[in-house]
């Protein structure tokens, strides 16, 4: 075990944990992931109808409000008149994926208790689970965009095959942040108030019905701190406008994501001992 | 019994203590300032314990309520850490804690027998090839696709015990889980304990001490965090019994120092 001692071997192992973690448990996540999405609809008989409706109508709403009226901002030349719902509707289901996550966090492990202080669960996966779980109906939403596009435009924007570049690095993010805000919301309820206080305030913190274009630079420089910005603006230029994305707020976002990442499985780790004593 | 002598569990001094807050503010107190001063009182549940387990061997553990029971078997499946002492665990626990912590109401029998599988350690493909056999041992018919809601109490243990029965693990902890069923059933479990104690390791948790002798080879008494008693089922038993007809039922065992 000699290897063990290097430093490198060691935060080569950390690195790799989660994805270990994850893999070993994989057929666990997979039939709680079931459950959890089978049971959002549960006793509804339309069932995943409701998932679908329910982006469909606010992209309705959206293209009947702004859709003749407003221009695209940034100068962008508007080759449709739902280009703006489109432009809307991307940062909603960014920011929506988001604030899903931000609320239910807090709560995750007091909804597992059973699991965690009766049976040998594998708490860290949680925090995957409710993000794919998430991440399921921010695909259906953003299918419907494609496909919303598609019949308006006629065509997509080669770019979307890109997608998964800006897919994975969300995932990454609040998975991070999942970890974090689930391990301080297992030891106080606080946090669960706090993320229902800030996360609604945050959407005006969040180019989401705007861009960051229009405002003035230190305002701009604010706006890009906020992490959520990046990956808004990055799906916006990926589907909407069918440009790359800047190499800066690229990098910056993938930095934030990979940071987001490791340390929230760093503080669930270090916080986990105490969870099963606590909830 | 198995001829082999390999420890499988070995507990040295273990002892656990609980952080008691009056409220959330002395508990932020004690997250940010714990280093120089303590905001909460100390509840030892569990003092000094130490035993060991061989392979093949089944160990009762009696005691009253609030004597630390379930805190050593949270321990000995990993689900909490022992505040001081040391705990080696050698072999795939399955643990019968609360049976059917995992149930989902809203799902089916079938459903949650996915689910339980998985959170035991099983692989799915295993879960499915072993789906007839939890529900012919289950007996509980057409249940079997119904959501549990609908199920008695009996049904639902009858289930959750099916699916630990069939875990193929290592070590068994029973945490007197077996006192729900009708006599039928715990004859049922009782003779596949029987089976299972041929080439399993069993841990077997209770306040009756007629069911400790009867599924088990050596016991434990654990009182107020401590070892009371260790030895043959009957003498510890005997031990026991007569203590709890002498003493009075100690109004201060759930208080912190």
Request: charged fraction near 20%; proline fraction near 3%.
């Amino acid at each position: 075990m000699v290897a063990d001692r290097g430093l490198l071997a060691a935060s080569a192992r950390f690195f790799a944990a989660p994805f270990k973690s994850a893999w070993t448990h994989r057929d666990l996540i997979v039939a709680i992931l079931r459950r959890e999405l089978r049971e959002r609809f549960r006793g509804s008989a339309a069932g995943w109808v409701w998932a679908v409706t329910a982006p469909l109508l606010s992209l309705i709403t959206y293209t009947v409000a702004f859709g003749g009226s407003a221009k695209l901002p940034n100068n962008a030349v508007a080759s449709s008149p739902i280009d703006y719902a489109l432009f809307i509707f991307g940062g909603l289901i960014a920011f929506n994926f988001f604030s899903e996550m931000a609320y239910r966090a807090p709560s995750l492990l007091h909804e597992y208790s059973h699991y965690i202080k009766q049976t040998m669960f594998p708490a860290e996966m949680l925090a995957v689970i409710s993000t794919l779980r998430a991440a399921t109906y921010t695909g259906i939403a953003f299918v419907l965009m494609l496909a919303c596009q598609l019949f308006f435009a006629g065509s997509l924007h080669w770019t979307v095959l890109l997608i998964p570049l800006w897919f994975i690095p969300f995932l990454a993010f609040l998975t991070g942040l999942t970890w974090m805000l689930s391990a301080m919301g297992a030891f106080t309820r606080d946090t669960s108030y706090l993320m229902m206080t800030v996360a609604p305030l945050l959407m005006f913190a969040t180019p989401v019905f705007f861009s960051p274009d229009s405002l003035s630079p230190a305002m701009k420089i604010a706006m890009y701190a906020n992490i959520l910005t990046g990956f808004i603006e990055i799906v916006r230029d990926l589907v909407v406008f069918g440009r790359l994305p800047g190499l800066l707020i690229t990098s910056w976002t993938l930095f934030l994501s990979v940071v987001t990442f490791w340390f929230g499985y760093w503080f669930f780790c270090k916080t986990r001992a105490g969870i099963a004593d606590v909830i | 019994m198995s001829s082999s002598s390999e420890v499988v569990i070995r507990a040295q001094h273990l002892a656990k203590c609980y952080q008691l807050y009056d409220n959330q503010h002395q508990w932020l107190k004690q997250t940010l300032f714990g280093s120089f001063k303590t905001y909460y009182g100390a509840f030892w549940a569990l003092k000094d314990i130490s035993f060991e387990v061989r392979r093949g061997e089944s160990l009762g553990i009696l005691g009253r309520n609030g004597c630390g029971k379930s805190t050593l078997l949270q321990m000995l499946c990993g689900i909490t850490r022992p505040t001081k002492g040391e705990l080696w665990v050698n072999g795939r626990v399955a643990p019968i804690l609360a049976l059917g912590a995992t149930f989902d109401l809203e799902a089916t029998g079938e459903e949650n027998v996915m689910i339980g599988g998985a959170v035991l350690g099983l692989k799915r493909p295993e879960i499915r090839s072993k789906l007839g056999a939890i529900a012919d041992f289950a007996g509980i018919g057409d249940f079997m696709d119904q959501p549990i809601k609908l199920y008695s109490t009996g049904m639902r243990m009858r289930l959750a015990f099916a699916i630990c029965a069939h875990v193929d693990a290592e070590i068994l902890i029973v945490d007197e889980a077996l006192a729900v069923g009708d006599e039928a059933f715990q004859r049922k479990c009782f003779d596949w304990i029987d089976n299972f104690r041929a080439n399993g390791t069993l841990l077997f948790v209770s306040h009756s001490s007629a069911e400790v002798m009867r599924l088990c080879r050596q016991a434990i008494w654990i009182d107020n965090g401590r070892v009371r008693e260790f030895g043959r089922p009957v003498d510890v038993a005997r031990a026991y019994e007569k203590a709890i007809k002498v003493e009075a039922d100690d109004m201060k065992r759930f208080s912190a120092t």
